[in-house]
């Protein structure tokens, strides 16, 4: 989220805060004031085009002394950088075997503080990256549709230093600035014709251990509607409606979602304005998004895709397992149960804890819920 509401706000008070400064800080008259830091770059992120993985820069976010700060990792990738402590924010998008998520660098940070210096998680050694480690995935549905390639899964999210407990985030190329977040982030996919090609529009949510990632098609009409960035506030089942279940690791095809945000009642197109922060939590959402039908679904195993990556211990504490567990057994149970209804002020009660019990179900309202609950923790 907060990539741009979120973000916005922050920028917004990082302004006002150096404007204060430079308001109530008189300098002595020997001291020249400082010029005033500047927020946006000169190209933004979404219009940066790099044919080939190969022709990134070392940092493709060149932009020094803005108000954000420098981009925090870099673009070429290789077998040097390739580990646990990369910084590498070139990411991939190919297959269920084959994709990469954002991850905070260390941890200790709610993923709305630090959406920006995200580093990429990769489930496939070979790009450079820092490896989701093995057993952090519990359940993945890879859908490939004619405008878009999407991941929407179930993660022990400690395992790539997101706090247990956080609801997270939404990242995208743009961001309130346009630098992105994270700032400098790049995505390739090799999905939509055989060769590598940019992803230039893409969202990716995170949080409650559950994801969603969508990366259009740049040689669709429509990238931009279909991985739409200003539903920040409503979640995985609003901006990426699925059929994942915990547990399950499937490839599926997929007809198109209805562009986020845009439903049919009564035969008319409806647009929903996600309201801004400043008017309080959401507390209703007026439709449910269509989910639609998956086909032609092939299950896969866990350790027949991911052969690769290495069994480190969760970052955040030797807890970890045991409440882990927990919280994916539920989330399994409730998965079972789940009658494809999103959106209620059912979901927004059960949104308004902490923790994601008492939700009915997971795959659709689990991650509805995570959408909600971003409004009722952030946004109350
Ligand atoms: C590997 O990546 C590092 C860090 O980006 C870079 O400095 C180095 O030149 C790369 N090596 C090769 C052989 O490309």
């Known amino acids: 989220m907060f990539s741009v509401a979120l973000s916005s706000r922050l920028v917004a008070f990082a302004l006002s805060a150096s404007l204060v400064v430079a308001q109530t800080i008189t300098p002595a008259p020997t001291t020249p ?29 060149t932009d020094v002394g803005l108000i954000r700060g420098d981009q925090h990792g ?6 040097t950088t390739e580990g646990q402590e ?49 057993g952090a995935l519990t359940g993945v549905q890879w859908t490939v549709t004619p405008d878009y390639v999407q991941a929407v899964g179930f993660i022990d999210q400690t395992k790539i230093n997101i706090l247990r407990g956080d609801w997270g985030g939404e990242m995208d190329p743009h961001g309130a600035d346009l630098r992105g ?5 790049v995505i390739f996919s090799n999905a939509y014709n055989s060769r590598y090609e940019q992803v230039v529009e893409w969202h990716n949510f995170v949080g409650g251990n559950a994801f969603c990632f969508k990366a259009c098609d740049p040689n669709g009409p429509n990238a931009a509607h279909f991985c739409e960035h200003i539903y920040d506030r409503i979640g995985c089942a609003y901006n990426a409606p699925n059929n994942a279940r915990d547990g399950v690791f ?15 009642q009564d035969g008319v197109v409806m647009t929903y304005t996600q309201p801004a922060e400043s008017l309080g939590a959401i507390t209703t959402i007026p439709y449910t998004a269509r989910v639609p039908a998956s086909s032609n679904c092939v299950t896969h ?39 494809g209804t999103a959106g209620s002020s059912t979901n927004t009660a059960a949104g308004s804890q902490s923790t ?16 909600v609950v971003f409004s009722a923790l952030f946004f109350a």
């Not at 870099?74 to 077998?79: A, D, G, L, P």
């Not at 480190?312 to 567990?325: K, L, N, Q, R, S």
């Not at 008492?358 to 689990?366: D, E, F, K, V």
């Open 301 to 339: 195993t866990s350790a027949s895709l991911y052969t690769g990556l290495p069994s480190v211990a969760g970052p955040a504490d030797t807890t970890t397992t045991a409440t882990g567990t927990a919280t994916r057994s539920g989330a399994t149970s409730r998965a079972t149960t789940g009658t």
């Open 33 to 61: 004031a400082a010029p005033a830091q500047s927020t946006y770059p000169a190209t933004p992120l979404a219009s940066k085009r790099f044919p080939t993985p190969e022709s990134l820069p070392y940092k493709v976010d």
């Open 356 to 371: 994601d019990s008492g939700a009915s179900t997971l795959a659709i309202s689990g991650l509805s819920v995570m959408g």
């Open 74 to 79: 870099y673009n070429i990738c290789n077998s």
């Open 181 to 185: 977040n994270p700032m400098g982030g």
């Open 250 to 264: 499937e490839s599926c095809e997929g007809e198109n979602q209805d562009f986020p945000g845009t439903y049919t």
């Open 86 to 134: 990369s910084l590498c924010q070139t990411s991939y998008f190919n297959s269920i075997d084959d994709f990469c998520l954002w991850g905070p660098p260390e941890y200790g940070e709610e993923v709305g503080n630090i959406e920006g210096i995200m580093v990429a998680y990769c489930t496939k050694p070979g790009h450079g990256t820092r490896l989701i480690p093995a």
